[in-house]
C-alpha cells in the first residue's frame, strides 16, 4: 500500500529532474497519498510555468538588446560619417557644413527620444510611474483630442476622425491617456501605406471598447499578439527600418495595463490594423471633465 505511491512520487521526482515538465503523476486511490500527489502535480505545473516564464524573459531581453542595438547603430553611424566628412574638409562651403551640422543634429535627437522612451518603458515595465486617476468623460477627451491632433497628423497624411462617441466615463490617468493615443496615432502614420491614409476613432457605451482602426496594410494573424512587445516590427507588412523605435505601441500597452484596463490588436473588417482598449469605467457620467492634456 506503501510502496506504489512512494515509487510513483520517486519515478516523478526523477522525470522532473530530467526535465520532463509536462509529467503529471496519475494515482487513483482515495487515501492519504492522494493529496500528496495532487500537490505533486501542482508543484510540477507551477515549475513548468516558472521555467516558461523565464525563457520568455531572457528571449525578451535578449530582443530588447538586440533593437537598441540596431536602433542606436543606425544614428551613430551617420553621426560618425558627417563628424568624418567635417573634419576631412569634404564639407567645403558654408552651405554644405550647416547641412552636416543639421543632419549630426537630427541624429543625435533621435538617439535622445530612443533613451527618453527607453526610460518611460522601463519605468512603466517597473510600476515606477504613478497613475494619477480620476474620472474622465472619455468620449469628451477624444474629441479634445482630435481637434488638437488632426492638423497636425494631416500634415503626415494621415486624416484622423472620431465617430459614434458614445457618453462613457472611465477613470484614467489623462497624460497616460493621452500618451496612449498618441503613440497608436504615430504608429498609424508611420505605416500608412497610402498618399492620405485613415485613422478612424470610435467608442462603444455599453462595452466602453475604445478603437482606434486605420486602413494602413494589416498584420498576419500570428503577429498581432506580438505587436505590443518592446521593438516588435512586425513583417513583411508593416516593417518599416525607418518607420522609429518599436517601442510606441510597447509602452501603450504597458500605460493602459497599469491604469487597470486592457488592450487588444485586431486586423479591421475593411482591412489595417485596429487597436481595441478597455478602460475602468466610472458609475456616473455626470463626472468630472478634465482637460483632455492632462
Known sequence: KIEEPLDLLSEGARRLGAGELDYQIAYTGKDEFAPVCGAFNEMAARLKDSVERTRRDEESRKELLAGISHDLRSPLTSIRAYVEGLLDGVAQTEETRQRYLRTILTKAEDIDRLV????????????????????IRLDKFITGFVDES???????????????????????????????LSNILENSIKYKDKEMGHLRITLEEESGRLTLADDGPGVPEDALHKLFDVFYRSDPARKNPAGGSGLGLAIAAKAVQGMGGTIRACNGPNGGLAIEIILPKEGSRDAEDPDHRG
Open 116 to 135: 527618453s522612451q527607453l526610460f518611460l518603458y522601463s519605468k512603466l515595465d517597473l510600476e515606477g510611474v504613478p497613475m494619477e486617476m480620476r474620472p
Open 150 to 180: 488632426a492638423p497636425d497628423s494631416r500634415a503626415h497624411g494621415l486624416e484622423l476622425t472620431a465617430e459614434q462617441l458614445a457618453p462613457v466615463t472611465v477613470s484614467a490617468d489623462p497624460e497616460q491617456l493621452r500618451r496612449v
